[in-house]
């Protein structure tokens, strides 16, 4: 069964400095989860991020680092990760103006291939994670699904993200059955709406997203880690929204 864990991102705003880090951590394990994702982390040595994890009794399941470091960085991001024991890394998300198109799809996969070529040789893999604009259609299909089609010409993974999915208009459990073999992460974040019917991010089991069949689908792939993540809490307190995510998710067996 995957492993439940926190993206960091929700907690960005207190992952700033090594105290706060320490802190946050603390919390985050006391809610019962077990392994993170770093992302936007404050400029805090690598090794002291490894130690404060390790004091937590927490797994660095996996990073997202920015696309303009993995292509000009590659070995210093490859450093930290064998440091951190690592093996899974995503880019969060590249440039949209530059490469939402057919000829923009084929550069990045041009330039993905070196970038996951020397992460395989460490034994780290790569995923693209998803925003709701890759479900815009170019010649008749998604630009998400052309990237699909083209993913194993360069051994790269997705990293869907549920809310994502769904605001895009499209549905996560097709998405999970079709990507799940090369999924070892997936983002779990639910969606709602407001009262003036604006879409929001949500606390899992606390919007509209159907959990039982996205779950069950899940459940049928290799996926490790599932990755809790609300980008926005909308002035609610994110260490709560993360703890109600925690139970309502405990309730499917998951931990």
């Known amino acids: 069964m995957a492993i439940l864990g926190v993206q960091m991102f929700t907690l960005r705003e207190f992952t700033q400095n090594e105290e706060d880090l320490a802190a946050t951590l603390r919390r985050v394990r006391d809610m019962g989860y077990r392994?993170?994702?770093?992302?936007?982390?404050?400029?805090?040595?690598?090794?002291?991020?490894?130690?404060?994890?390790?004091?937590?009794?927490?797994?660095?399941?996996?990073?997202?680092?920015?696309?303009?470091?993995?292509?000009?960085?590659?070995?210093?991001?490859?450093?930290?990760?064998?440091?951190?024991?690592?093996?899974?890394?995503?880019?969060?998300m590249i440039p949209p103006e530059q490469y939402l198109s057919r000829r923009g799809l084929a550069q990045f996969l041009v330039e993905a291939e070196p970038v996951i070529v020397g992460l395989q040789a460490a034994g780290i893999s790569f995923s693209y994670h998803n925003h709701h604009h890759e479900f815009q259609h170019f010649d008749g299909q998604t630009w998400l699904q052309t990237l699909l089609q083209r993913a194993p010409d360069i051994k790269l993974n997705l990293e869907l993200d549920t809310h994502w999915i769904v605001a895009g208009g499209a549905d996560p459990v097709d998405w999970i059955d079709k990507a799940g073999h090369c999924m070892p992460l997936l983002h779990l974040k639910d969606f709602c709406l407001d009262s003036k019917n604006r879409r929001r991010f949500a606390a899992i089991g606390q919007g509209n997203l159907n959990w039982v069949d996205i779950l069950a689908e899940a459940g049928k792939h290799p996926i490790e880690y599932y990755l809790v993540e609300q980008d926005n809490c909308y002035g609610e307190d994110p260490f709560e929204c993360l703890s109600q995510s925690f139970e309502f998710l405990s309730g499917f067996g998951l931990s």
Do not use: K
Request: net charge negative.
């Open 35 to 92: 392994s993170i994702q770093i992302s936007a982390f404050g400029p805090i040595p690598a090794g002291r991020i490894q130690q404060l994890c390790a004091d937590m009794d927490l797994d660095i399941a996996a990073t997202h680092v920015s696309w303009d470091r993995l292509q000009s960085e590659l070995d210093l991001v490859i450093e930290e990760h064998l440091l951190w024991d690592c093996r899974h890394t995503a880019v969060g």
